[in-house]
């Protein structure tokens, strides 16, 4: 069993905790009918984005495989889009407001950037390469740093010691 396992049943105990005060706070705030029936409208707002979210991610993949495309960017952000309808949809006012930040745009490309981060140190770099297409890696010219040798070996005859190249520009491709 993971480490980080462990502490999901405290996680979600402390999540439950939240999203009551949560409530109760809104509640004597603006009344406990208004703050219930916040909860519901935020809910099925967020079962309507939940089948459109998925749908969404279905077409985009599908199309993204239809032209030969890596569809890892178009799956990272329907992961993205599904978790904050999923969130919304979930009775809580502090998940369903994570949830709908999760949908604004520019949030939504934050966290598919880091769901793409966490896929590609999970995943060996070939298939890495085959989801998100060929890695970019800029190198820059500089002092070429001196590498640690295990022991220093003397040329055998014919040989001269390796030097460090230039630095280059280029792109990593697996295949």
Same mark, same amino acid.
């Given at each position: 069993?993971?480490?980080? *396992?462990?502490?999901?049943?405290?996680?979600?105990?402390?999540?439950? *905790?939240?999203?009551?005060?949560?409530?109760?706070?809104?509640?004597? %705030?603006?009344?406990? +009918? %208004? %703050? *219930?029936? *916040? #909860?519901? /409208?935020?809910?099925?707002? +967020?079962? #309507?984005?939940?089948?459109?979210?998925?749908?969404?991610?279905?077409?985009?993949?599908?199309? =993204? %495989? @239809?032209?030969?495309?890596?569809?890892?960017?178009?799956?990272?952000?329907?992961?993205? +889009?599904? =978790?904050?309808?999923? !969130?919304? /949809?979930?009775?809580?006012? &502090? $998940?369903? /407001?994570?949830?709908?930040?999760?949908? #604004?745009?520019? !949030?939504?490309? !934050?966290?598919?950037?880091? &769901?793409?981060?966490? =896929?590609?140190?999970? &995943?060996?770099?070939?298939?890495?390469?085959?989801?998100?297409?060929?890695?970019?890696?800029?190198?820059?010219?500089?002092?070429?740093?001196?590498?640690?040798?295990?022991?220093?070996?003397?040329?055998? =005859? +014919? @040989? $001269?010691?390796? @030097?460090?190249?230039?630095?280059?520009?280029?792109?990593?491709?697996?295949?």
């Amino acid at each position: 069993m993971r480490r980080g *396992l462990r502490f999901v049943p405290l996680a979600l105990l402390l999540l439950t *905790l939240l999203e009551l005060a949560v409530f109760v706070l809104v509640g004597r %705030a603006v009344g406990f +009918g %208004a %703050a *219930l029936l *916040l #909860v519901f /409208a935020a809910s099925l707002l +967020g079962l #309507v984005l939940l089948r459109r979210e998925g749908m969404r991610a279905w077409r985009r993949f599908r199309a =993204a %495989a @239809q032209a030969g495309q890596p569809p890892g960017p178009q799956v990272t952000d329907g992961l993205v +889009g599904l =978790a904050g309808a999923l !969130l919304l /949809a979930l009775p809580g006012l &502090v $998940s369903g /407001a994570v949830g709908l930040l999760l949908l #604004v745009p520019p !949030l939504r490309r !934050l966290a598919g950037g880091g &769901v793409r981060r966490t =896929a590609e140190r999970r &995943v060996s770099s070939m298939v890495a390469g085959d989801l998100f297409g060929p890695r970019r890696v800029r190198v820059y010219p500089g002092a070429p740093q001196p590498a640690p040798s295990p022991a220093p070996q003397s040329p055998t =005859a +014919g @040989q $001269s010691p390796q @030097q460090p190249g230039p630095a280059i520009e280029g792109e990593i491709v697996d295949r």
